[in-house]
């Protein structure tokens, strides 16, 4: 299966690497190695995860409380949004409408 981020989720991938690296140097690289293992991980699993909003897959990261938004059309996982967990919902389900 090919997998496809979409700009909104290379935007998501970007602010979420700024506010790691913050944190700590480095931290920023770590995330951004974690959650690409995690969409690598989409050739083989996508589809398998539950959907939220109606129409999305979420897929969990390993590692950062984030997750990850895709929807499959024909052979390909394409991915909306990569989102923090930690936000209220009414909040992602505003990101997704934009995504």
């Not at 990261?61 to 997750?67: E, H, L, V, W």
């Amino acid at each position: 299966m090919k997998i496809r981020i979409l700009e909104s989720a290379s935007q998501d991938l970007i602010d979420g690497f700024h506010f790691y690296e913050k944190q700590a140097i480095g931290l920023g690289n770590y995330f951004l190695d974690s959650l690409f293992s995690d969409i690598d991980s989409l050739q083989v699993y996508a589809g398998i995860h539950p959907i939220y909003f109606d129409t999305y897959y979420r897929m969990l990261s390993k590692r950062f409380p984030f997750a990850i938004y895709y929807r499959i059309v024909d052979d390909e996982a394409l991915i909306y949004a990569i989102l923090d967990c930690r936000r209220s919902p009414a909040w992602i389900r505003k990101q997704l409408n934009k995504a």
